[in-house]
């Protein structure tokens, strides 16, 4: 992990919100490395809240990954190029980005066919013992910033990650417009897989969740039938034949 400091960048300390321990989080400055010459320095402009994070906040724990020391948090992020390192032809400083937060090794066989997202040596920001981007500014790699559109907020650019997993089940389930699709989960994901399935021609999309205020959330955005069911065991025989996609 990188060190807890004096932290200069710009001229003034960079800050981030540190999660020291469990419900505890601190923020302290945060000092970045050097700028190489396929890096850019971002300043963050929103970072959304991650499932993930809130799990590293109750119990400095997320599946079989484990907060061993102060982390930085937050991976979900936009914010605007201040600084551009010397190789670095395709951003200028105020160039608006939304960052992907996961940096691969470039070098391995599912890197090489186009998997990157597979790599066994994958640094993501806020799994650790990699720090986060819930900081005032932050370095990243150039390849892995790409510029907004002027329609596209900001607050929107930091929502393309979560926005992508709902892309990803879309396109592993080959949803069309000849799909009926059965989102299981209303969540933050499930609302986005229900935006997706909607865009890639979905002609009808139920969606499922113990929570009232979820499914008329999911109402709102387009879903074609929404199913409250309780915590309680039950057998559901459904009404037709659905795509599957457990996205709670």
């Not at 907020?153 to 949803?175: T, W």
Request: proline share 7%; hydrophobic share 40%.
């Amino acid at each position: 992990m990188g060190s807890q400091g004096d932290a200069k960048n710009g001229g003034e300390e960079n800050m981030a919100a540190w999660l020291v321990a469990v419900n505890t989080l601190k923020i302290q400055p945060f000092e970045l490395p050097s700028l190489g010459p396929h890096d850019v320095r971002v300043r963050m402009k929103a970072v959304g809240i991650c499932g993930s994070d809130v799990h590293y906040l109750k119990t400095l724990r997320c599946a079989h990954f484990v907060v061993e020391e102060p982390m930085v948090i937050g991976h979900e992020c936009a914010g605007i190029i201040e600084e551009i390192g010397s190789e670095v032809t395709h951003l200028v400083p105020g160039d608006r980005v939304a960052l992907e937060p996961g940096i691969s090794c470039w070098r391995c066989s599912y890197c090489k066919q186009g998997s990157y997202n597979l790599c066994p040596e994958m640094k993501f920001f806020a799994t650790p013992p990699v720090h986060g981007s819930l900081a005032n500014q932050v370095v990243h790699p150039a390849d892995l910033c790409f510029k907004l559109p002027d329609d596209i907020s900001l607050e929107e650019g930091a929502m393309c990650e979560p926005l992508s997993v709902g892309v990803h089940a879309c396109r592993r389930a080959n949803v069309g417009p000849e799909t009926n699709v059965l989102i299981m989960g209303a969540g933050p994901i499930g609302l986005v897989a229900l935006l997706a399935a909607r865009a890639f021609g979905a002609p009808r999309v139920v969606i499922v969740d113990v929570d009232e205020f979820r499914l008329s959330v999911a109402k709102d955005l387009g879903a074609s039938e929404t199913v409250q069911v309780s915590t309680k065991a039950e057998v559901l025989k459904p009404a037709f034949s659905p795509t599957l996609m457990g996205l709670g």
